[in-house]
């Protein structure tokens, strides 16, 4: 009866002979190996798993910011409308006051000119005023220049053409060109 309860063990895979073969080193590396692949990879599923904890509350923390910044840009739309509506205005207003200012050189030219000239056009840009018209003589359009370069206002006061009238032989066509002053 000792012989029946006695277990045999069979070992397909004899150890120590096994392991000195060059097949069995190879399966035992290879065997070894894995297991080693396997545990890093489960570590990293494990950090991946772990690290979405974080990841969702720093969503949700983003999320509450944005919904924060949100609120206060909405609550600001109507002063942006305002000062956009206040800062049409001022341009308006900044237009028109510099047709005001080129309006003063309009009736300063003109009350500078002499009775025998007659003005065509008075036309300008941001630094300078150009006067056409015509005169019967030589003598008024020199006056109308010293009148004009005797004021502040302008500067450079120059006579740029001068040429006689297709339609009337006895008038002067001229143009003058002054500077404008930033007194």
Known sequence: MSAAKKELKINLLPQKEFERSTLGRI?????SS???IVIITEMIVMAAF????WLDANNSDLNDVIL?????????AETEKKF???????DIFTKTTSLTQKSEYVN???SLTPPEVILNSISD???????????GSEQHIS????????????KDVSLNKIDSSEDDSSAIVFTIRAGISEI
């Open 34 to 36: 894995f297991r080693i």
């Open 68 to 76: 924060q910044k949100k609120a206060i840009i909405v609550s600001f």
């Open 143 to 154: 006056q109308f220049l010293k009148n004009l370069s005797s004021v502040n206002k302008f």
């Open 27 to 31: 399966l035992k590396w290879t065997l």
């Open 108 to 110: 300063l030219v003109t």
């Open 50 to 53: 772990l690290s979405r904890f």
């Open 125 to 135: 840009n941001e630094n300078s005023v150009q006067i056409v018209g015509y005169s």
């Open 84 to 90: 956009r509506t206040f800062q049409k205005q001022i």
